[in-house]
């Protein structure tokens, strides 16, 4: 499991991470990547709402409303974290989530 600090760019509200494929957006790559597990908040690790609801869905116990609100939830996150958790030790990058 590795930490990988958030590069804000306040002027472009943009923020990215050193991915092994290069400075990627935590929006659109980390959030959908299978190796996120969370993102870093002070000492404390939030675990990444999409892995739940990916779950749930594919149980049959909610609806696909409650992936775009955990991916809602995700980016309040962000906004309030300082790095993101991934599990990609081997290199291998953005691999996607569903």
Do not use: W
């Amino acid at each position: 499991m590795k930490t990988l600090p958030f590069q804000r760019d306040e002027k472009k509200q943009r923020v990215t991470v050193a991915c092994a494929d290069g400075d990627v957006s935590v929006y659109s790559h980390c959030a959908y990547c299978r190796h996120c597990t969370g993102v870093r908040i002070g000492t404390r690790v939030s675990p990444a709402p999409q892995n739940q609801a990916l779950k749930d869905i594919r149980g049959g116990r909610i609806s696909d409303d409650n992936l775009m609100n955990a991916a809602m939830l995700f980016n309040s996150l962000v906004r309030d974290g300082s790095a993101i958790e991934c599990a990609d030790d081997e290199g291998r990058g953005f691999t996607n989530l569903y």
